[in-house]
Structure formats: structure tokens, C-alpha cells
């Protein structure tokens, strides 16, 4: 079974300060995982993945995300803000040994609100 | 062009209407999905066509009805929804690459589907 635990509802951030958005996952054997965020009224846009190699992957708009791999998380991460970061960001993961399907499981989603 | 296009935006349907959700790409993506999306939730998976055949389908009730009439075009009709139905029903596609996973989906912005 895979799974992805988002611990965080929300996070809020002043504008210009680092930011971190948590995620833990559950897979049975390497994950694939990945990040997309949702702006209002919008479909998902993809932020970055990780499958293999570097544990530090970079992605759109200034985003990067940590493969800890013993601590079984990908927290995504920037290093200044923009209050046009506000949106609801979402973790997935997908486990390559499992047979049949081939989808990804989203986690519950995470609030950042960015204040000025 | 990288855009998926829904249409309708929004729909209001009673419970004993027909209506059909459209969505289009011309990124030549061979996977195309159907995710329903309730209020502050993650978007929950419903149905996968690959190479317009239909491999997934997550135990969705019959009174959704997927259909892949080609590559580029992906509908959803519905007949006799319930007003739990409401949601936000997103469409996505990817391209699938034998042997290397591809979850980079690209998202339609959705129907907001009301049902009364």
C-alpha cells in the first residue's frame, strides 16, 4: 500500500522568510514522489518529482524538495517567500512495485498562507 | 500547447438529468484521468485511460459514466447524480513512458459540478 501524510493544514509565513511544507510517506519499496500546487478555482500544476539520484530536487518557481529517505519524507521548501506562494500545496507518492496500479496517492493538502 | 481544456466550468444538474463533461489535450499525452475533488480535500482518483483503453476505475458508481472516443478527448457523462456528487471533477493527462514513471500530470481547471 502506499500512502502520504501532509501533518500540516496550514502553514503561515511572512513574506521574504524561508518556508517548509512537510511530508511523510509510506511505500513499500523506493518511492516516487512528487509535489503540485493548486492556486483557487484551478486544476493541480506539477512542482517538482523525485525518483532517483540527488536527494535535493529543484523545481518551478523557486521551489526544491529533500528526499530524507530514513526519515521517510520530502519536504518541500523555499528559501523566501512571495505572497503569491499562498495556495494549497499537495504531496503524492507513488510505490513502483505495486502491481496493477499505477496512480498516485495525494496527501491532504497543506494551506500556505504567505502574509505581507 | 500544454493546456488541458474543461468544459463546462460550472454545472448545476437536477438528480434525474443527463449531462456529459468534456475534456481536450493536444500535448499527444496517451494517459488521460478523472479525478473528483470535494471542498478542502485532495483530489481523489476515479478513472485512467490508457491508450484509450480504460485501466483503472476505482470502484465508481455506475451513474458516472467515463469515455475515451480518442487520444485527444476525454468525457464523463453522468445520468441520476446525487447531491453528494457535488465537487470540483478535474481531468488530467500525462504520457506514458514504458519502464519510467510519468506521474507529471497536467491539469484541466476543473467543473465545479453542483447537483440539486
Known amino acids: 500500500a502506499q500512502s502520504v501524510a501532509q501533518p500540516e493544514d496550514q502553514v503561515n509565513v511572512a513574506e521574504g522568510n524561508p518556508l517548509t511544507v512537510k511530508c511523510t510517506y509510506s511505500?513499500?519499496?523506493?518511492?516516487?514522489l512528487f509535489w503540485y500546487v493548486q492556486y483557487p478555482n484551478r486544476g493541480l500544476q506539477f512542482l517538482l518529482k523525485y525518483i532517483t539520484g540527488d536527494n535535493l530536487v529543484k523545481g518551478s518557481y523557486g521551489f526544491e524538495a529533500e528526499f530524507n529517505k530514513s526519515q521517510t519524507s520530502f519536504h518541500l521548501k523555499k528559501p523566501s517567500a512571495l505572497v503569491s506562494d499562498s495556495a494549497l500545496y499537495f504531496c503524492a507518492v507513488r510505490d513502483p512495485k505495486a502491481t496493477g496500479r499505477r496512480a498516485l496517492s495525494f496527501g491532504s493538502g497543506t494551506r500556505l498562507q504567505v502574509q505581507p | 500547447d500544454t493546456e488541458v481544456t474543461q468544459t463546462p466550468k460550472h454545472l448545476v444538474m437536477g438528480m434525474t438529468n443527463k449531462k456529459s463533461l468534456k475534456c481536450e489535450q493536444h500535448m499527444g499525452h496517451r494517459a488521460m484521468y478523472w479525478y473528483k475533488q470535494k471542498a478542502k480535500k485532495p483530489p481523489e482518483l476515479m478513472f485512467v485511460y490508457s491508450y484509450e483503453k480504460l485501466s483503472i476505475n476505482e470502484s465508481v458508481p455506475s451513474r458516472f459514466s467515463p469515455e475515451c472516443p480518442n487520444s485527444s478527448l476525454l468525457n464523463l457523462h453522468l445520468h441520476a447524480l446525487q447531491p453528494e456528487d457535488s465537487a470540483l471533477y478535474l481531468c488530467?493527462?500525462?504520457?506514458?513512458?514504458?519502464?519510467?514513471?510519468?506521474?507529471?500530470?497536467?491539469f484541466g481547471s476543473g467543473t465545479q459540478l453542483s447537483v440539486l
Open positions: 488530467a493527462s500525462s504520457q506514458p513512458q514504458a519502464g519510467i514513471p510519468n506521474e507529471k500530470l497536467f
Open positions: 511505500v513499500s519499496g523506493n518511492p516516487y
